[in-house]
Every structure is written in C-alpha cells, then in structure tokens.
C-alpha cells in the first residue's frame, strides 16, 4: 500500500524558511511524480508545486515559484520542499500526494492519490 508521510512543519516569521519532506513507504518513489499542496483556514486547497519521477523537472504553483524549490531523493525514497521568503499568505497545512508520471505538470487534486495526513506550517510575527 502506497503511504506518504509529511514534516518539517512548524512555526515560522515572515521572510524564513522551513524544508519540508515526504517520505514514502510501501513502494518505490521513483515510479511516481510527487506533489505538494497546502490548504489554508477557510479555503479550498491548491497545488503548490509538483516534481519529475527523475527529479530533473518540477512545476510551481505562480504565488510561489521563485521562492520554493523541490527536490528528490529516490534512494531514500524522499521528496523535500524547501520554502524560503516565507509570507503569511504560505500559511496552511501542507500535503504531499503522488501520481502517475504521465501526469506530470498538473497541480489538481483530483489527478493526486495516496495522500498524507499534512504537516502545518504557520508564518506569523
């Protein structure tokens, strides 16, 4: 059974970084493109970005390409999302999700399976 596993969660003031990871279990990440999506208080959750099975490519969501950057490492079977220039708006709770690599690109839920129970992440003075 395909398990993610999300962290690095946590308290942060504006302009700081936080690196989150999802670490998977119960089958090889390599086979998947993984991504990232966040839902704040009151609102629908977005994707935030997405990254290649290779880990060459990745996608970012506009609200926060140029600040976030993902990266893989397969052979611990781990994805990291590192955030930097971190605003109040970033605030919310964050999930990692996988999908087919045919797939890649797409920041929509509804192409996503096999989600973790998220990691909060708050950014606040």
């Known amino acids: 059974q395909l398990q993610l596993v999300e962290s690095g969660g946590g308290l942060v003031q504006p302009g700081g970084s936080l690196r989150l990871s999802c670490a998977a279990s119960?089958?090889?990440?390599?086979?998947?493109?993984i991504g990232w999506f966040r839902q704040a208080p009151g609102k629908e959750r977005e994707g935030v970005s997405c990254?290649?099975?290779?880990?060459?490519?990745?996608k970012f969501a506009d609200s926060v390409n140029g600040r976030f950057t993902m990266s893989r490492d397969n052979a611990k079977n781990t994805v990291h999302l590192q955030m930097d220039s971190l605003e109040p708006g970033d605030t919310g709770v964050y999930y990692c999700?996988?999908?087919?690599?045919?797939?890649?690109?797409?920041?929509?839920?509804?192409?996503?399976?096999?989600w973790g129970q998220g990691t909060q992440v708050t950014v606040s003075s």
């Open positions: 119960g089958f090889a990440l390599d086979n998947y493109v």
């Open positions: 990254i290649s099975t290779t880990g060459v490519s990745a």
């Open positions: 999700a996988a999908t087919f690599p045919h797939i890649y690109g797409s920041l929509h839920e509804d192409d996503f399976f096999s």
